[in-house]
């Protein structure tokens, strides 16, 4: 087991957690990664949509950073200093999985952060039941496609 | 102050991520592939977020109303509906087909390469068609 990778998973968490308490202290948001990006696209204009919008800024500038910055910092498979891993499915793949994960997320109200963290943090049953859910769907769908079909990402 | 609060909400979110490893698609992949090389690294980023926001929204709560907003925007529905679990359940095989969430994914945009260019659009016009959808039916 890499503990290395382990601990710097726990890192980046409690990283992720700071973030999530700071715009509950702030904002008395959630913290939802799909409900702030898809908002600042298609919310009509309004304050809403501008903190939404610095929000991406900042989490597309954080990883950018890491990467000029402090690369050794980052935490990518196989790689000692990277921050951002290459994507390893094919484009038609990549289309269809980024069209199931907005249909899912828009419809289930929220993904891995928004349910899986902030929602758990709350002990919130309707997200506690969609972590299981997309976390067994996601298993599920990983074992299918390399192990029972043997290829794919 | 809405926007600075943003932006530093934000750049922790996204440091986090890189940090922990989940702008790697193989570490993702590597932790849903229970039956392979199984990579326990998503378990500590979960748990160290889960853990962090338990503890610090409870200390921020008793605030009694956040800095910057009248009062606290926290979901009070209780109820589980088809709607919620099919989408997550939609959600869990795109995840799996990729190795990306829409955090990682909109996180990973610095590194733009053509399959991620893919996703992220493919991601964009998903969510409009929820929206579509759920307008229709409330």
């Not at chain 1, 998973?9 to 990664?33: D, K, Q, T, Y």
Request: glycine share 18%; charged share 10%; net charge positive.
């Amino acid at each position: 087991m890499d503990t290395a990778s382990l601990l710097n998973g726990v890192a980046g968490g409690v990283l992720i957690g700071a973030s999530a308490v700071f715009l509950m202290g702030m904002m008395g948001r959630i913290a939802g990664i799909s409900g702030i990006v898809s908002g600042m696209l298609y919310e009509p204009v309004n304050s809403e949509r501008i903190w939404k919008g610095a929000f991406v800024l900042g989490l597309v500038l954080g990883p950018f950073m890491l990467t000029q910055l402090a690369p050794q910092w980052g935490n990518v498979a196989g790689v000692a200093e990277g921050a951002i891993g290459a994507p390893m499915a094919s484009v038609p793949v990549m289309v269809v999985a980024g069209l199931l994960v907005g249909l899912g997320t828009g419809l289930g109200a929220g993904c891995t952060s928004g349910h899986g963290v902030c929602g758990m943090a709350r002990l919130s049953t309707r997200s506690i039941m969609a972590t299981l859910v997309f976390l067994a769907c996601g298993m599920a769908t990983v074992f299918v496609v390399r192990h029972l079909l043997g290829g794919g990402a | 102050m809405k926007v600075l609060a943003g932006l530093v909400a934000g750049l922790l979110f996204g440091l986090g991520l890189a940090v922990g490893g989940m702008t790697d698609p193989q570490r993702v992949l590597g932790f849903l592939d229970v039956a392979g090389a199984w990579d326990p690294t998503l378990i500590g980023v979960m748990g160290g977020a889960v853990v962090t926001s338990f503890i610090g929204y409870r200390l921020v709560w008793r605030m009694g109303a956040p800095r910057l907003e009248p009062h606290f925007f926290i979901p009070t529905r209780q109820d589980l509906d088809a709607r919620l679990l099919g989408g997550a359940a939609l959600f869990g095989i795109g995840w799996g087909l990729s190795g990306y969430c829409p955090g990682p994914a909109v996180a990973s945009i610095s590194g733009l390469t053509g399959p991620l260019a893919a996703f992220v659009a493919a991601m964009a016009a998903g969510w409009w068609m929820a929206r579509r959808l759920s307008n229709r039916q409330g």
